[in-house]
Antibody, heavy 121, light 105 residues
Framework: EVQLVQSGAEVKKPGESLKISCKASGYSFSDYWIAWVRQKPGKGLEWMGIIYPDDSDIRYSPSFQGQVTISADKSINTAYLQWSSLKASDTAMYYC??????????????WGKGTTVTVSS | IQLTQSPSFLSASVGDRVTITCRATQGIRSYLAWYQQKPGKAPNLLIYGASTLQSGVPSRFSGSGSGTEFTLTISSLQPEDFATYYCQQLNYYLFPFGPGTKVDI
């Protein structure tokens, strides 16, 4: 079964660092781009960026460039999203999703269940 | 490229035909997907390529459009369809979502 398993909920203080993970199974991890999507409480979906695990090619949304770091370790089939200094405004649910390609279209066909990040003093 | 959706909210009954519109600020050919999200759950892919139904998705869902205007139609609303629906543009490497349409009873 193709799945993305995300790390558990996090509660952090402002200024702390954090790295959350997304572990893939059931398919060749290196062959598919993995995206990160933010959803603030009661709000819509926001595209953060995407990584190609085979060579770690990364594309960030301009809104998130410099605010987060996306990475991947293909040896353990895991993608990451990290912050060096969290803010209260980073409180949200974060989803990872696999980008699929069926000529000529892309789409996000497999999603993780999400990681809740709460930042509060 | 930005996406807008209308309406933001709609109230409907079981059995109703429901149509949601997504508009792009620039032409995106058919590079559009639709997702359904229920409270506390991850989004679920319904349609890609503007009109191709994802495997396993009920046939009451359909999509149409190209360029700048797209529609998602639910032919006969079922109780499990009450959710929020998002469109997403998938061209190049920036894949923004629309703001969502909540379908409520």
């Amino acid at each position: 079964e193709v799945q993305l398993v995300q790390s558990g909920a996090e509660v952090k203080k402002p200024g702390e660092s954090l790295k959350i993970s997304c572990k893939a199974s059931g398919y060749s991890f290196s062959d598919y781009w993995i995206a990160w999507v933010r959803q603030k409480p009661g709000k819509g979906l926001e595209w953060m960026g995407i990584i190609y695990p085979d060579d770690s090619d990364i594309r960030y949304s301009p809104s998130f460039q410099g605010q987060v770091t996306i990475s991947a370790d293909k040896s353990i089939n895991t993608a990451y999203l990290q912050w060096s200094s969290l803010k209260a405004s980073d409180t949200a649910m974060y989803y990872c999703a696999r980008r699929q390609y069926t000529f000529p279209y892309y789409y996000m066909d497999v999603w993780g269940k999400g990681t809740t990040v709460t930042v509060s003093s | 490229i930005q996406l807008t959706q209308s309406p933001s909210f709609l109230s409907a009954s079981v059995g109703d035909r429901v149509t949601i519109t997504c508009r792009a600020t620039q032409g995106i050919r058919s590079y559009l997907a639709w997702y359904q999200q229920k409270p506390g759950k991850a989004p679920n892919l319904l349609i890609y390529g503007a009109s191709t139904l994802q495997s396993g998705v009920p046939s009451r869902f359909s999509g149409s459009g190209s360029g700048t205007e797209f529609t998602l139609t639910i032919s006969s609303l079922q109780p499990e369809d009450f959710a929020t629906y998002y469109c997403q543009q998938l061209n190049y490497y920036l894949f923004p979502f629309g703001p969502g349409t909540k379908v409520d009873i």
